[in-house]
């Protein structure tokens, strides 16, 4: 989706972007007349996509204005002929093409569309899933509360930790429906989580089970059957007339959309009357699913089934689902021919026994894995040095207490809790011994296992750089301490290029002072002072009752205004990759100047970092200015050796800084980030990646309490910022000149 | 003139109603009994306040609050000296009236307040049960009848809005989530007169927007929201509509987040 230019909002629309394209137009030898026709259909236009509309033409009649006249033409066609949303996304796709592959081939694509193409590219492809992937991912969240992922397949089924859907729902012709057709479909599979389909109790299977297996599941359960496959299919079909009763209380207004929509698939699907009898029966099912009723041929068929299905209905468990499923299956079994698998519509949440049997058995082996790491670890680490801990605990140390237990080991004592009790028993204490505190007389200083992930992680941090978590969207989880950062410092440069900035900008930053200085005064009022600039009425007030009282007035009578009451503290994060070479690296770097300038005129505390570098192993953080730095004669040569390096990867420095400053004790915690557009790394850090594990970094930073602020220099904003940046405060400068003016009263404005 | 502090004081005569969702009447009761304050934690909107009014209406005790803000004095609390057509005057702050009343003083939103006034409830609130007025040079001792109540929203995890342990370590704490569907539905159909359809669909979305609590959003849908949208819909504004100007605007300014809420509002409702 390129080109969506956020930047042309309503107001720039009506403002200075409409007198350029005008006089872009005029250039092109537009007449007035026809400039006010152009005008005149752009205004035209629905408001959902005008400001796209002209940011197209905008961008057209930068290269050649007589393309304006006929692509809004088209467009006019187009829109007698798409409905809202197709329109909205057949001028993306031509935006794409100009983007893509330029003014040729986008002229060519306008004037060759026809009314039938145009009508074809009403819903070709339906909903496609990624579409609405996000929104669907927090939907099933809400719903189910669990952390479930949505990925595309063939069919819709579930293995316990993600949802598979079909990539493409085209039923409808409307966005509506195909989007309630993935809605019903991720709520039965959440309902086949958490109802025990495929999560089934072991109780529950044992008792059903011939041989019970070391780790049972409901793949066990059908292996139990000769035609599994007919199992599957039956039992499908059961747990989805079951399930329906839950989702009913559930989800009622859900529920009630998609009865229509399943009598559609109903009266969609053919009738075979040459079909086995065995594929003809789970038809019948199927149908009974759908419709709700049993079709007349069916009960000829199988006499009173139906009733014992329907009674599934009536708040059932699984158990009752796998009891029918007995009684159908050998009905089935009994008839004649062999069983031709039926082909069902997305609707039908089926079974995969293996690959939930995988899943939960992969979920057991992790948790097994990370308590034998745990004990690992244990067994491996350095021998303990005594003078390390209690200089970084001293003050607080603990004493064993004589109602618990601990772990001796390596010359360290561990508080001993249910986990590592586990862990023991699993694996042995090879190494060490467990005593009562009673019987250490108070002698030691006993760690929790959490003290103990401290100290490691310390060590790891001297040692090579700090980890950090990356978010996948695709498995909607953190890939844990993928990313090694590494803090480094600048070379100084040997320009002067600190003075010859403030040589440029001389007058701004004679304004720039007066604003700041400004900005001081505004604080807070404090009451009840000693001193102030004026009396404190309700101070007055009490002292005079006081004394009236015959109690000694108090002296505390005056108001002032608070300077020190400032708590503000920024961090400045700059995008030091190879792209903002040239005039992005040279504004970043004046922009700098800019803002230490003010800064130092408003004594608010702030840091500058840069950032770059190049794959999750070496993410490069480079000092410029600390916390606790003043702004000298080093920091100057830093500003000034501050050069393009490698690529951008976003999330490692986003979430470093955030600990930097969560360090930091102001009370407002600003964080600017200056970067020019995209995240991207040398390896898959590319694309929805890219963002969304930028926006999942910023989040986390809002979750800390931080306020990030987003500046993106960029001329062609594409409309994945709104998404990457979420609820995050961002802004977009197409003119890299006018960077340092800029972000001087964005500060400003940030901070009052 | 000195600041005017929203205080309600009465002496509540008809029965609020409360349903209680756990043991807290007859612990708060204990509490009472031994003269222990009390912490009522949890999320906005779960019925603290409430509570808080039932159990004095049970106890017939009059109930102050005072809802905290950050400018907030200790003088706002304890009282003032006033002049009053040449005289002075000494005037309780809320905080006195209750002991000397032998009330229930309840500081809402406790956290609010600046760190140098919750203080001055340091004194009441340990076995000692007294209230310093420096002012006056007089030590007020609680009668058995006074209680201190104070609230907190632990949700909210702010450094700064933390509860201090010298403060929260005297008090008793109740923790309050929300109450199982089944009492939430009553709760919303006796507060807003909706029917038991709605009411429970309400809860549900309630329920579905918790899970978000961290996965996108702060916290989730209170009760008190549940009960404003219902009050919406009876008013004949149509569900859909009721639920995103009541729960799901309220929640966040998130774009993909208020995507999401319209279409857990559309699959309930
Ligand atoms: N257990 C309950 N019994 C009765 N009403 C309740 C209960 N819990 C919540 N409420 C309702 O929710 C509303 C908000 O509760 P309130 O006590 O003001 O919340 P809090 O003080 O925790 O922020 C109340 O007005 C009341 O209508
Ligand atoms: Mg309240």
């Given at each position: 989706m390129a080109g969506t230019g956020d930047k042309y909002s309503d107001e720039k629309y009506a403002g200075e972007f409409r007198e350029d394209f005008i006089r872009n137009l005029r250039i092109d030898f537009f007449d007035d007349e026809e400039i006010s026709a152009v005008l005149r259909d752009l205004d035209s236009l629905d408001s959902r996509i005008r400001q796209k509309v002209f940011a197209l033409c905008h961008t057209l009649s930068h290269a050649s204005s007589s393309l304006v006249p006929n692509a809004l033409k088209r467009i006019k066609t187009a829109s007698g002929l798409l409905p809202g949303r197709d329109l909205e996304r057949w001028i993306t796709h031509a935006y794409d093409i100009l983007d893509r592959q330029g003014i040729g081939a986008f002229a060519d694509y306008i004037s060759g569309i026809d009314d039938e193409a145009l009508r074809r590219f009403?819903?070709?492809?339906?909903?496609?899933l990624r579409e609405i992937m996000a929104v669907l991912e927090t939907y099933i969240r809400g719903i189910s509360g669990r952390e479930l992922k949505i990925a595309a397949a063939r069919e819709t089924y579930t293995d316990t930790s993600a949802i598979f859907l079909p990539a493409f729902v085209n039923r409808y012709e409307d966005r509506d429906r195909n989007y309630l057709i993935y809605k019903y479909c991720a709520a039965l599979a959440w309902a086949q989580i958490s109802q025990g389909t495929v999560t089934t109790d072991e109780d529950v299977l044992n008792r059903f089970l011939k041989e019970v297996p070391a780790e049972p599941d409901i793949s066990a359960f059908f292996r139990m059957f000769p035609d599994e496959r007919m199992a599957i299919d039956i039992f499908s079909i059961l747990e989805a007339v079951r399930l329906e009763t839950f989702l009913e209380k559930e989800l009622p207004g859900l529920m009630r959309e998609v009865k229509a929509v399943k009598r559609d698939f109903l009266n969609d699907r053919p009738l075979c009357p040459e079909q086995a009898r065995k594929s003809a029966f789970v038809e019948g099912l199927y149908r009974l699913y759908l419709d709700g009723e049993p079709a007349e041929e069916f009960q000829n068929l199988t006499g009173d089934i139906p009733g014992d299905i329907l009674m599934l209905k009536k708040n059932a468990g699984v158990e009752e689902s796998m009891k029918l499923l007995g009684i159908m299956y050998d009905l089935a079994a009994g008839l004649a021919g062999d069983y031709q698998p039926v082909i069902f519509d997305p609707l039908l949440c089926t079974i995969r026994p293996q690959e939930v049997s995988l899943v939960l058995k992969a979920g057991r082996r992790a948790r097994r894995q990370r308590l034998e790491g745990m004990i690992t670890k244990l067994l491996n680490m350095p021998d303990f040095e005594q003078q390390k801990i209690t200089l970084r605990r001293a003050g607080q140390q603990k004493l064993p207490e004589s109602g618990k237990e601990y772990l001796l080991i390596k010359g360290r004592l561990i508080e001993l809790d249910s986990e590592m009790r586990e862990i023991l028993q699993e694996r042995g204490m090879s190494g060490g011994i467990i005593v009562k505190g009673a019987d250490m007389g108070g002698a030691g200083s006993p760690m929790t296992l959490t003290d103990l992930m401290e100290e490691d992680e310390v060590i790891e941090e001297s040692a090579g750089g700090v980890k950090y978590d990356e978010w996948d969207y695709k498995r909607g989880g953190y890939k844990k301490k993928w990313c090694t950062l590494r803090e480094k410092n600048v070379h100084p440069g040997h320009d002067p290029f600190v003075e010859q900035t403030r040589k440029r900008y001389s007058g701004y930053i004679r304004v720039l002072r007066k604003r700041f200085e400004l900005l001081r005064r505004e604080p807070r009022l404090l009451r009840?002072?000693?001193?102030?600039?004026?009396?404190?009425l309700d101070a007055v007030i009490d002292a005079y009752s006081d004394s009236h009282a015959g109690l000694a007035p108090s002296e505390d009578l005056f108001m002032k205004y608070d300077r020190q009451q400032r708590s503000i503290a920024v961090l400045f994060l700059l995008d030091?990759?190879?792209?903002?070479?040239g005039w992005i690296n040279e504004a970043e770097k004046e922009s700098l100047v800019l803002m230490a300038e003010a800064l130092e005129t408003l004594g608010d505390r702030y840091a500058i970092f840069g950032f770059s570098g190049m794959k999750r192993s070496n993410c490069d953080f480079y000092r410029i200015k600390g916390f606790e730095e003043p702004y000298d004669g080093k920091v100057k040569r830093r500003i000034s050796g501050i050069s393009p390096k490698d690529y951008t990867r976003m999330g490692p420095p986003i979430r470093h800084s955030v600990k930097i400053l969560k360090a930091v004790e102001e009370r407002t915690r600003l964080f600017i980030t200056l970067s020019d557009g995209r995240p991207e790394d040398y390896d898959a850090y590319k694309g929805d990646y890219a963002i969304e594990d930028t926006r999942r970094a910023l989040t986390e930073a809002r979750e800390q309490g931080i306020h990030p602020f987003c500046i993106t220099i960029d001329r062609e904003a594409g409309s994945y910022l709104r998404h990457m940046y979420g609820e995050v405060n961002y802004i977009v400068i197409d003119d890299v000149k006018k960077l340092p003016n800029r972000i001087t009263e964005i500060y400003r404005r940030l901070t009052t | 003139m000195a600041k005017v502090i929203k205080t309600e004081e009465f002496i509540i005569r008809e029965e609020p109603f409360y349903l209680a969702t756990d043991r807290e009447t007859e612990i708060f009761e204990a509490a009472y009994r031994n003269r222990i304050p009390v912490l009522l934690k949890g999320p906005t909107g779960c019925g603290k306040t409430r509570f808080m009014q039932y159990m004095s209406w049970r106890l017939k005790r009059p109930l102050i609050t005072v809802s905290c803000h950050d400018d907030l004095t200790a003088s706002d609390l304890v009282g003032r000296y006033l002049v009053q057509g040449g005289e002075t005057v000494w005037i309780d702050g809320p905080l006195t009236k209750a002991v000397r009343t032998g009330g229930f003083c309840y500081l809402d939103e406790i956290v609010e307040a600046r760190k140098d006034t919750t203080v001055v409830i340091h004194p009441l609130a340990d076995d000692r049960r007294i209230l310093p007025i420096e002012k006056r040079g007089e030590v007020l001792e609680a009668p058995p009848e006074f209680l201190l109540g104070i609230s907190y929203n632990p949700g909210y995890q702010s450094v700064l809005k933390d509860l201090k342990q010298s403060t929260r370590q005297r008090f008793l704490a109740l923790e309050f989530t929300y109450p199982d569907r089944k009492l939430e539905t009553a709760i919303v159909m006796h507060e807003s007169g909706m029917d038991e359809e709605i009411c429970g669909r309400l809860v549900i979305l309630a329920e579905k927007t918790r899970n978000l609590k961290d996965r996108g959003l702060i916290e989730g849908a209170s009760t008190r929201l549940l009960i404003h949208a219902a009050k919406l819909i009876s008013a004949g504004i149509g569900a859909e509509k009721a639920c995103s100007v009541c729960v799901a605007e309220p929640l966040t300014d998130d774009h993909e987040m208020l995507e999401a809420l319209a279409e857990l509002i559309r699959s309930i409702f």
């Open positions: 009403s819903t070709p492809e339906g909903l496609p009840r002072q000693k001193d102030g600039d004026d009396f404190d030091m990759s190879g792209s903002t070479k | -």
